[in-house]
């Protein structure tokens, strides 16, 4: 394919105003700035488009699409203790979700191999009926139900190696089986959702994947699980897309969590999930969760993107878990071992 990968972003991301805020408009021109200085890695810069109405609406009740709309027309205020609405909120917040489904289209369609949405306000916090942890709507739960609805798709997979629980996600997809959604997260943290038991619900059990990961975890401890847990159950999974809730305040330097992952192991995680993709022969793509050192994320979003992006990468060649990423994959941990048991429920000789 010699279509380059895609890197999605809109102005209106700079008028999401939070005030003296960890997710403030600083973050998006510090991923830039770090990206032109390295010649945009091969990504093609795409100004998003405003989700429709009927993406939304496919996740969010109209109830909600409508408070959050009506709390920036009148200026905004707070939402709760955590998450601001200003007067610029609600045209990010749209161009944010469709900066995920745009991003889905392009890389469904092949005009993109891969491709990075880099939006603000975040969304993997926000639940369908409600906004929460700087989060209005969700982006990338919007772009997987558009994947589903208006592609056809019967299997996505979502990673989401954020800090915190991606709790939106997990409860806007608890019970649907197309979407199978996989979350590490530090624990105890905010929300303090992610419990290793939940597991999904009716259909939808054993499609949702909690991981929760103690304070001081780094690279290994993740990396581990993206090797032995996310990887085999992509595999057995079958994904036909795979999009990943690219937080970055795992970093060892992240203000707002205690876990030790660097750019390496963003790179090493990012590589190994290109590689089970391309094992699988479908795209994958990342969508801008959290992160709030702003060096932190800048070089972890670039160091994710290279990956993502390396052309130059051998898919054929690729054997096993981490092949091709660079390092080799790290033994089983612990953790990695107690969610293989689990998941044997579902996934019958996973944990072989
Ligand atoms: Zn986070």
Known sequence: MSSAPVYLAHPSSLEHDTGPHPERAERIPAIERELEARGWLGFTRVESPAASREALLAVHPERH??????AAARGGGMIDADTVVSAGSYTAALHAAGGAVSLVDR???????????????????????????????????VAARHAVDAHGLERVMIVDWDVHHGNGTDDI??????????????????????????????PGRGYTVNLPVAPGSGNDVYRSLIDHVAVPLAHRFAPQLLLISAGFDAHAHDPLADCLVTEEGFAAMAGSLRDAAAGLGIPVGGVLEGGYDLRALARSVA?????????????????????????????????????LARLDAFWPGIAA
Do not use: K
Request: glycine letters at 12%.
């Open 173 to 202: 997809f608890h019970e649907e089986p197309r979407v199978l959604f996989l979350s590490i997260h530090q624990s105890p943290l905010y929300p303090g959702t992610g419990a290793a038991a939940d597991v999904g619900s009716g």
């Open 303 to 339: 160091a994710t993107l290279e990956v993502l992006g390396d052309a130059g990468a051998d898919f054929a060649a690729v054997s096993g878990p981490g092949a091709g990423s660079g390092a080799a994959a790290p033994p089983v941990s612990a953790d990695a071992q107690r969610a």
């Open 65 to 70: 699409v409508e408070m959050i709309a009506t």
């Open 107 to 141: 890389l469904l369609e092949g005009s993109a191999p891969t491709g990075f949405s880099a939006h603000r306000p975040p969304g993997h916090h926000a639940e369908a009926a409600r906004a929460m942890g700087f989060c209005l709507f969700n982006n990338i739960a």
